[in-house]
């Protein structure tokens, strides 16, 4: 079984709809991580996590929000889509330890096209 | 302000050896990433850099010089399987945030 999944794996949506993409994992991880990736921009960060109780914007958090139900679980909404937040949506995870890497574990990710 | 810098794309014949450069301007540096991603999937760790040197693993080995603000990854014995994209991603910052390059496309020709 994957340790990190998301759902769904495909979506196709209007604009102005409400639209949530969801990430379990059962690594046991702390930190949590939403990106997007776009073609010739690489991956871009919005959201972040350290743990239930802590939220943080990143890089391209406008448009968005986001989540933490639960240490395995981190959604993340887009309240009214607009045909610009089309791309790959990947959630990752990480568990610092001092002295480690803090190495992230990615999703498979979202597909999402906003028409 | 953050910047890292890769090739857009590169090609190799199956049996050499690729290297692929990348360069990085961040405020803070807490170490280097290289992950691999092959079309349409996630992202794949391949390598961790936070001290200057080689650190080999396999087929793969990544170098970091701190002081120049470099890093490569060094591909040998190429595979067809190979054929991927490759990114560059600086650790920055007192949140430990992951800051990606746009990523080099290799393809691997026979």
């Known amino acids: 079984d994957a340790d990190v999944t998301q759902t769904p794996r495909n979506r196709i949506t209007k604009t102005g709809k409400r639209i949530m993409l969801e990430c379990s994992q059962t690594?046991?991880?702390?930190?949590m991580y939403w990106y997007r990736q776009d073609p010739g921009l690489g991956l871009r960060l919005i959201y972040y996590?350290?743990?239930?109780?802590?939220?943080n914007k990143g890089e391209i958090s406008d448009g968005y929000s986001v989540s933490r139900q639960a240490q395995a679980k981190f959604s993340l909404s887009l309240e009214s889509a607009i045909p610009n937040q089309t791309a790959l949506y990947f959630c990752?995870?990480?568990?610092?330890?001092?002295?480690?890497?803090?190495?992230?574990?990615f999703g498979p990710g979202t597909r999402l096209t906003v028409l | 302000g953050q910047n890292i810098d890769q090739p857009t794309e590169m090609t190799a014949t199956e049996g050499a050896i690729v290297q692929i450069n990348c360069t990085y301007q961040?405020?803070?540096?807490?170490?280097l990433f290289w992950y691999q991603q092959h079309a349409g999937e996630a992202p794949t760790f391949l390598s961790y850099?936070?001290?200057?040197g080689l650190e080999e693993k396999g087929r793969f080995s990544s170098f970091l010089s701190r002081s120049k603000g470099y890093s490569y990854l060094l591909l040998k014995e190429l595979q067809m399987k190979d054929s991927a994209s490759y990114l560059c991603?600086?650790?920055?910052?007192?949140?430990?945030?992951?800051?990606f390059g746009a990523g080099t496309r290799l393809a691997v020709h026979p």
């Open positions: 991603a600086v650790v920055s910052g007192g949140y430990n945030k992951l800051i």
């Open positions: 990752a995870t990480s568990d610092f330890k001092a002295g480690g890497s803090d190495e992230q574990f």
């Open positions: 690594k046991g991880h702390d930190r």
């Open positions: 850099n936070v001290l200057d």
């Open positions: 961040t405020s803070g540096f807490n170490g």
């Open positions: 996590s350290f743990d239930v109780k802590d939220i």
